[in-house]
């Protein structure tokens, strides 16, 4: 299809492991956004690219979370030594620069255990 | 960001109009408002945005007050498949350091009742 897409879906890490989520973003859109959900809650705003370049990293909650877009298309959000604080749904959303809809991906759900 | 307050949660049956409030008593004048849902397990989906006028779309409408310090979004028939957590998002149209970014809240959970 011609959405977002995000793998792995379902990621359980042990304590201290580092892992790699994947974001393929709607092909052309310019702003791509991850977020992070707790159960219960709505997303937050992690950090912001448009294109190659990240924007803005305000959201992330620790040096231990990093995050790339380095030809402007698909990203990758590294968690270096999870934690259990860390187990949430991490979303990806894209749009067009300048354009109002976000278009999010189903997410990937993180459990560390 | 400018906030928004909703009400948790709210029910309604099936085939009948769902109203959905919205406060945001601190907009400012360049701020759209913006409605996303999410259905179970997936992610966020836009629905509709207006920033004076009230909007109508094929999803639902959006009624804004006269001094736009609150909204309502309307879905004309609810239907099972509308169930999920509504979030009414005011973004600023004018963007400070180039970020887009939405900012959530807890949003309204609609329950539709067959």
């Known amino acids: 299809g011609a959405g977002v897409s995000q793998s792995p879906r379902y990621k359980v890490a042990k304590r201290g492991q580092d892992v790699a989520l994947r974001c393929d973003p709607i092909s052309g859109h310019v702003s791509l956004f991850w977020y992070q959900q707790a159960l219960g809650q709505g997303p937050e705003f992690l950090t912001y690219?448009?294109?190659?370049?990240?924007?803005?990293k305000s959201g992330l909650p620790s040096d231990r979370f990093f995050a790339e877009r380095p030809e402007g298309s698909v990203s990758t959000l590294k968690i270096q030594r999870t934690q259990q604080e860390d187990s949430a749904v991490y979303l990806c959303?894209?749009?067009?620069?300048?354009?109002?809809?976000?278009?999010f991906g189903q997410g990937t759900r993180l459990t560390v255990v | 960001d400018a906030k928004t307050t909703q009400p948790n949660s709210m029910e309604s049956n099936e085939e009948e109009p769902v109203h959905l409030p919205c406060n945001h008593s601190t907009i400012s004048g360049t701020d759209y408002i913006h409605w996303y849902r999410q259905l179970p397990s997936q992610g966020p989906e836009y629905v509709i945005h207006?920033?004076?006028s009230n909007v109508n779309n094929r999803m639902a409408s959006l009624a804004i007050a006269e001094d736009r310090k609150s909204s309502t979004l309307i879905l004309h028939r609810a239907t099972l498949r509308d169930a999920a957590v509504y979030y009414c998002i005011l973004r600023d149209l004018i963007t400070q350091g180039g970020s887009e970014k939405l900012v959530f809240g807890k949003g309204t959970k609609l329950t539709v009742n067959p």
């Open positions: 959303a894209s749009s067009l620069w300048g354009q109002t809809e976000a278009f």
């Open positions: 690219f448009q294109n190659e370049a990240q924007l803005d």
């Open positions: 207006g920033l004076t």
